[in-house]
């Protein structure tokens, strides 16, 4: 079997993307995702399985046994079948070479930061924008090669990160500039046929770790500034920022979701960072060592109360 355009993905804005390219592009001949088994020793935030839009498009879906497609069933689909042009969509892993190489058009994924590859490659570029306070993202489509987010670039589009943008409005800019990026690379398959890419980046590397939920965890005892963009960059559909109620026990935990600075000018100096120093309309204000912020929306167990100190 040949398949002409193929998307890889495993989330909701796979979906997303594969409904943009349906209804305004072309045809999509093939959804690459993962198995639901897969996601037993792999986190995915924000995961979405894929198989109903068989149903919704006729599109056949590809369940692959494992997230780096390496295991056997994927290998013999791969070996059987021929490609031309792949776009990936909320797939956190490297495409393995010999994928890559079964697609005459290449492999077409996305990967931004606040300049330019390879500047900012690895894990989680736009959660660690928003955790870093960047004010801009630069996304890059770029060609697939066996290595991380090289800057065989195809065309960018940059977006501004405010500072009322959580991590799923970051994401929202984000696919709208994906869409845009996408037309222009499937208008000059559809035309062209050969897709040019430039490899002249002037730039260095810079790597983004890779995060766990693990690395939500609030320390108080940081800038108010610092607090809330961790809070706005790991919240949902990603696991939380998170700190406890008292003591670190995990019936003590507390997820917190939303939160904005509150006060700067305010003397807390009575309270110690971390301490509830008043509650309204069920939003906690706690201090923090310049100033406070207003919890707006969390999960907990735990009572909070005033006086409570969150660690």
Partial sequence: MHYKVVVFGVKDTSENIIDFIEKELCKVDLVMTIAPKVLEHNQVSGFKGLTFLTEKYGIPVFEADSYFLNDEKTKKFIEENTFDLGIVMGWQRLIPKEVLDAFKSGIYGFHGNCGYLPF?????????SVILGDTRFNLNL??????????NVFATEMFQINEHDDIRTAQYKN????????????TTYMEKGDIPIHTDSKDYDSWYNKRTAKDGKIDFKDRTRNIYNLI????APFPGAFCYAGSEDEKNKVTVWEAHPFDEMIDFSGFAPGEIVDIFDGKPIVRTVDGSIRIDRYESEAELEVGTVLL
């Avoid at 770029?142 to 800057?151: K, L, V, W």
């Avoid at 696919?175 to 499937?186: G, T, W």
Wanted: glycine share 8%; charged share 30%; hydrophobic share 35%.
């Fill in 175 to 186: 696919m709208i500039c994906s869409k845009n990026l996408i037309r222009k690379l499937v």
């Fill in 232 to 235: 706005r960059g790991v919240a």
């Fill in 142 to 151: 770029f060609r697939y090669d066996e290595h991380a987010d090289s800057p």
């Fill in 120 to 128: 900012g490659r690895g894990r989680s570029p736009l959660n660690w």
